[in-house]
T-cell receptor, first 115, second 113 residues
Framework: SAVISQKPSRDICQRGTSLTIQCQVDSQVTMMFWYRQQPGQSLTLIATANQGSEATYESGFVIDKFPISRPNLTFSTLTVSNMSPEDSSIYLC????????????FGEGSRLTVL | AQSVAQPEDQVNVAEGNPLTVKCTYSVSGNPYLFWYVQYPNRGLQFLLKYITGDNLVKGSYGFEAEFNKSQTSFHLKKPSALVSDSALYFCAVRDGGSYIPTFGRGTSLIVHP
């Protein structure tokens, strides 16, 4: 299975600032996703990162707040813009190899704390 | 539409005893079912999946899960729990037409020495 590297692994940020999380996969993947995991809660899908085009956002998430790039099949970034304490969460990058019977594989997550 | 229910927030079991973590699902088509484990401060790791075939599937670290179509369940099991199995476990379901799974809320497994 592919290995996903995320950075930063954790950060403490000030209210009103923005932070970009990077996700690098060691092999080409068809699908890449960004999830949010708030404390004590399950995973919520933010968006599907599409190569070379705009990401597909889930209900409740918008591009202005969470801009996503995916310039190629192995790399994606998620920016959390104009952060507030409510954005404190773990952000997870995940990928799928392409078969719709396949499992997802995940990065280690980026734990953001907004003060 | 697809959904997953993990009815237990926490499961406690003594080391050496069998463990079960429950999961029920709802999908409109054929279900693709998955279990993932999350250790503290880590991402999710894939444990096992059911796509088709035998109802009992075996996965990593000695875990297995049984697909029960009539009860729409996919419970995770292990014959003998280890303290190192203590973690957060997520069940996920996808119908055959979607690449995107729906995750349950997670069950915290605590194995006591």
């Amino acid at each position: 299975s592919a290995v996903i590297s995320q950075k930063p692994s954790r950060d403490i940020c000030q209210r009103g600032t923005s932070l970009t999380i990077q996700c690098q996969v060691d092999s080409q993947v068809t699908m890449m996703f960004w999830y949010r995991q708030q404390p004590g809660q399950s995973l919520t899908l933010i968006a599907t990162a599409n190569q070379g085009s705009e990401a597909t956002y889930e209900s409740g998430f918008v591009i202005d707040k969470f801009p996503i790039s995916r310039p190629n099949l192995t790399f994606s970034t998620l920016t959390v813009s104009n952060m507030s304490p409510e954005d404190s969460s773990i952000y997870l990058c995940s990928g799928a190899a392409g078969s719709n019977t396949g499992e997802l594989f995940f990065g280690e997550g980026s734990r953001l704390t907004v003060l | 539409a697809q959904s997953v229910a993990q009815p237990e927030d926490q499961v406690n079991v003594a080391e050496g005893n069998p463990l079960t973590v429950k999961c029920t699902y709802s999908v409109s088509g054929n279900p693709y079912l998955f279990w993932y484990v999350q250790y503290p401060n880590r991402g999710l790791q894939f444990l096992l999946k059911y796509i088709t075939g035998d109802n009992l599937v075996k996965g990593s670290y000695g875990f297995e899960a049984e697909f029960n179509k009539s009860q729409t369940s996919f419970h995770l099991k292990k014959p003998s729990a280890l303290v190192s199995d203590s973690a957060l476990y997520f069940c996920a379901v996808r119908d055959g037409g979607s690449y995107i799974p729906t995750f349950g809320r997670g069950t915290s497994l605590i194995v006591h020495p």
